[in-house]
């Protein structure tokens, strides 16, 4: 790993504990056309391959032409609420700021609408430490197509073999691999150990200041 010169994130399991607002704000447009709600738990596993995913996977299979409409309200929802329960994960900012001193290159990359991701990252970190925050853009694919990771390595002039690419889900494991990046699995977000390993981490850590040791 001695030539990791670049980290590349996942936002939503990774930088920030974003689940309970994602929940509520689908459960809430769920709710308002009168379909079943889920617990706030459960949406781990929904979460992570985009709005328009998470509302069909949340949606009864006699309802999917739903879609639509249960995006445009939990957008609307979420756009007010987004910032009621998020907060970064413990140790967080500690690691942003070490790799900052360590003059590595940092960015972020989300299946999340692009206008949320640059928002939440402007909340939660001024001034940012991200050369290059991006999320779902149209004409962009979603995670695990390696285009927009590889865009991003494009873009700072750095080899995809010298990124380090962290993330909580089988979707960032497959993104990291197609791009040629190093795998890194994180256990603090919203999936267990054994879906990381199995999507092709090539190093697993429990908690923030772990990545460090990998530098």
């Given at each position: 790993?001695?030539?990791?010169?670049?980290?590349?994130?996942?936002?939503?399991?990774?930088?920030?504990?974003?689940?309970?607002?994602?929940?509520?704000?689908?459960?809430?447009?769920?709710?308002?056309?009168?379909?079943?709600?889920?617990?706030?738990?459960?949406?781990?596993?929904?979460?992570?391959?985009?709005?328009?995913?998470?509302?069909?996977?949340?949606?009864?299979?006699?309802?999917?032409?739903?879609?639509?409409?249960?995006?445009?309200?939990?957008?609307?929802?979420?756009?007010?609420?987004?910032?009621?329960?998020?907060?970064?994960?413990?140790?967080?900012?500690?690691?942003?700021?070490?790799?900052?001193?360590?003059?590595?290159?940092?960015?972020?990359?989300?299946?999340?609408?692009?206008?949320?991701?640059?928002?939440?990252?402007?909340?939660?970190?001024?001034?940012?430490?991200?050369?290059?925050?991006?999320?779902?853009?149209?004409?962009?694919?979603?995670?695990?197509?390696?285009?927009?990771?590889?865009?991003?390595?494009?873009?700072?002039?750095?080899?995809?073999?010298?990124?380090?690419?962290?993330?909580?889900?089988?979707?960032?494991?497959?993104?990291?691999?197609?791009?040629?990046?190093?795998?890194?699995?994180?256990?603090?977000g919203f999936r267990a150990r054994?879906?990381?390993?199995?999507?092709?981490?090539?190093?697993?850590?429990?908690?923030?200041?772990?990545?460090?040791?990998?530098?």
């Amino acid at each position: 790993m001695t030539k990791v010169r670049s980290v590349l994130f996942d936002l939503d399991g990774t930088l920030a504990d974003s689940l309970a607002d994602l929940a509520t704000a689908t459960n809430w447009a769920l709710a308002q056309l009168g379909c079943p709600t889920h617990p706030v738990e459960s949406y781990r596993y929904m979460v992570g391959d985009g709005a328009r995913e998470l509302c069909a996977r949340a949606l009864p299979a006699d309802k999917q032409g739903l879609q639509d409409e249960v995006l445009r309200r939990m957008r609307q929802h979420y756009d007010r609420h987004c910032f009621d329960l998020t907060k970064l994960y413990a140790g967080i900012p500690e690691l942003i700021s070490a790799l900052a001193r360590r003059r590595h290159r940092l960015a972020v990359l989300s299946n999340k609408p692009d206008d949320f991701t640059k928002r939440m990252i402007a909340h939660y970190f001024q001034p940012s430490p991200f050369a290059v925050v991006r999320g779902q853009l149209p004409n962009v694919p979603l995670k695990p197509d390696p285009t927009a990771a590889l865009q991003i390595a494009q873009e700072l002039g750095i080899p995809p073999a010298h990124w380090l690419y962290l993330g909580d889900t089988n979707t960032d494991m497959r993104t990291a691999r197609a791009a040629g990046m190093h795998a890194v699995g994180v256990l603090w977000g919203f999936r267990a150990r054994d879906e990381l390993v199995g999507s092709g981490a090539e190093h697993i850590v429990a908690r923030p200041e772990d990545v460090l040791a990998l530098l």
